[in-house]
């Protein structure tokens, strides 16, 4: 059987004893799980050389790793302080995400704070471009995984990633099933939303289907957008099993990361179904 989808939590296993992530690599072997993604969300503290141990470690045991960069950006501010703190956060964490092995950093990009959605889009745009710029220039190859958003006062809807990613190289989206649902940019209640949600992003970005990376969990919201993330048999909201029978049936490839409350458990939960289909 050839596992064409990688299933892991969001940061270190629940079942891990251990605190660290290196650590949470180990753990993730042991639970037979294939990914997992890092966690700066409260800020970038991983020193080069643990970094360099983490990549040793998860190349052997063949771990992909991601990350997830700290939660107080904002690409679409008016402040020059927040801009630069926003910047030097993501180049933080795309760097300790390189080092480390990894290959792409989500990041929420920010709110619309009472501007038009094509400001705060060319906003976003230009602050994403001059990260963009410094990466390269440091040879640093991380991609800047734009996530779509849960909620509707956040810059970052479904159709913004989808033009960022078309108009800069190195952005990459991450699909969150649960924000497409809680702020209602796109429906998923079963196999046929599934294939054509596939469709628009090969359409829109070609083979992003044969390397897509996806954040699921199920989700509980108001006419607002997201209010928070469930476990996996909650409410089945956006449902899991039909996305499995979908991406298996058409050889999908890529990365599903869990940002449940119990990401390990519902990772290995997917990955089992996911594995029904593709036996």
């Known amino acids: 059987m050839i596992m064409l989808v990688r299933f892991g939590p969001a940061g270190i296993p629940m079942q891990c004893k251990g605190t660290s992530t290196l650590d949470g690599v180990q753990c993730c072997a042991e639970l037979g799980l294939k990914a997992m993604e890092m966690s700066f969300v409260r800020g970038v503290r991983m020193r080069d050389e643990m970094a360099a141990e ?9 771990i992909s790793l991601s990350s997830h960069a700290p939660y107080f ?3 679409c501010s008016s402040e020059e302080k927040t801009v630069k703190n926003s910047l030097r956060h993501i180049y933080e964490a795309s760097r300790a995400t390189f080092l480390a092995g990894g290959s792409i950093t989500a990041i929420h990009p920010g709110f619309y704070q009472g501007k038009s959605k094509e400001d705060a889009y060319n ?3 230009k602050r ?3 990260v963009a710029q410094q990466l390269r220039q440091e040879k640093i190859k991380c991609y800047l995984g734009a996530e779509n958003v849960g ?3 956040q810059f970052g809807g479904f159709e913004e990633i989808l033009k960022l990613a078309n108009e800069i190289d190195m952005i990459k989206p991450v699909i969150d099933c649960s924000h497409l649902v809680a702020r209602g940019d796109f429906p998923l209640k079963n196999e046929n939303d599934y294939r054509k949600l596939f469709a628009i992003l090969e359409k829109e970005l070609g083979d992003y289907v044969r390397h897509f990376h996806f954040q699921f969990q199920e989700v509980e919201y108001s006419e607002k957008g997201e209010r928070n993330h469930v476990a996996l048999g909650t409410n089945n909201d956006p449902p899991y099993k039909p996305l499995m029978k979908v991406i298996a049936e058409n050889s999908y490839a890529g990365t599903i990361i869990s940002e449940s409350p119990w990401p390990d458990v519902d990772a290995k939960i997917m990955q089992e179904e996911y594995n029904k289909f593709n036996s």
């Open 54 to 62: 983490i990549k040793k470690t998860a190349t052997k045991l063949d």
């Open 151 to 153: 909620k509707k006062s």
């Open 123 to 125: 906003l976003a745009k």
């Open 128 to 130: 994403f471009q001059e």
């Open 73 to 75: 950006i904002n690409l």
